[in-house]
């Protein structure tokens, strides 16, 4: 059992756990995510390390809720436990000195991208990162992104914080810059949904800068035994447990990863709706039981008591 110390909602449906996990504390790396199984009988679900205190041993994850697992994830507070904490796994991020680097993340993307981005400022980076969210109430880590950046610019949806748009647009006027020799643009790192890191690569490919993603696709064992989380990248077949989760962006196939990401929506939609069901019904019982209790009728008192 791994029990839960700190729990924190972030924005709506999106909470931070730090967990009691030694060991992967202890030899955690950059870029490196954990298994997780909530209960027994539960499905095992990745989960990137968004940060570790080795000597408090104890690792944090922030979760999205989205189907039945992470839900019961969200749901915990301290003194509870998760069942099993597998990890770490991956490789690690490559960190090095790169020059001028843009971190562009979306969505719970940011619990992705900022151990990376923190590990490259640490190694003398300049970075310019561009947060995005659907809306403002939905962005995370601001902070502790802005913290190791040279600048952070905010994009929402709807313009309800910062610039309206997309990442990718002001990704664009960053890419445009460089071509101009403005100012450089020596590595891309980009994590959040698919769809938005395809549209990354889709930037920065046609200038030749060097672009990386990190994937999420399905995932079941986290040791590439099983191939659910394998990827296409370069034309080959990659295993996103062990050969990643990092990549070069421009040799991913999106598209299909997209595709299998998709793959067990409807049976994630059922398991919800049927958990929601459960619920609803016990708290009915719970409330009928209470209100039996309520109005059946009490024990005369005996003449003694009476008196």
Excluded: K
């Amino acid at each position: 059992m791994f029990p839960v110390r700190e729990a924190q909602t972030l924005a709506p449906d999106v909470v931070r756990l730090v967990v009691e996990a030694p060991r992967v504390a202890r030899y955690q790396h950059p870029g490196q995510f954990v298994i997780v199984r909530v209960r027994e009988g539960g499905e095992r679900i990745p989960l990137t390390i968004a940060g570790a205190d080795a000597e408090a041993g104890t690792i944090t994850l922030i979760i999205q809720a989205v189907g039945l697992t992470t839900r019961l994830l969200c749901t915990l507070q301290p003194g509870q436990a998760i069942l099993d904490v597998t990890g770490p796994l991956g490789a690690p991020s490559e960190v090095g000195y790169e020059g001028r680097v843009a971190v562009v993340a979306g969505g719970v993307g940011s619990a992705i991208a900022y151990p990376r981005a923190a590990a490259l400022a640490r190694a003398g980076n300049e970075l310019v990162t561009i947060l995005g969210a659907r809306t403002a109430d939905l962005l995370t880590l601001e902070d502790e992104l802005a913290s190791v950046s040279a600048s952070l610019r905010v994009v929402t949806d709807d313009g309800s914080r910062g610039r309206r748009g997309l990442v990718t647009d002001v990704l664009a006027d960053d890419v445009e810059a460089a071509a101009a020799g403005i100012a450089p643009l020596d590595l891309v790192l980009t994590a959040g949904p698919v769809p938005m890191m395809g549209a990354v690569a889709d930037v920065t490919r046609p200038h030749g800068i060097p672009t990386v993603a990190s994937l999420n696709p399905l995932m079941v064992d986290g040791t590439g035994m099983c191939g659910g989380c394998r990827v296409q990248v370069a034309g080959a077949t990659a295993f996103a447990c062990v050969d990643g989760p990092e990549f070069d962006a421009h040799q991913v196939d999106f598209a299909l990863l997209h595709r299998r990401n998709q793959a067990y929506r409807d049976q994630e939609r059922a398991a919800a709706e049927a958990a929601q069901a459960a619920a609803e019904a016990a708290q009915a019982e719970a409330e009928a039981d209470d209100g039996c209790a309520a109005t059946q009728p009490q024990p005369r008192p005996t003449l003694r008591e009476a008196r």
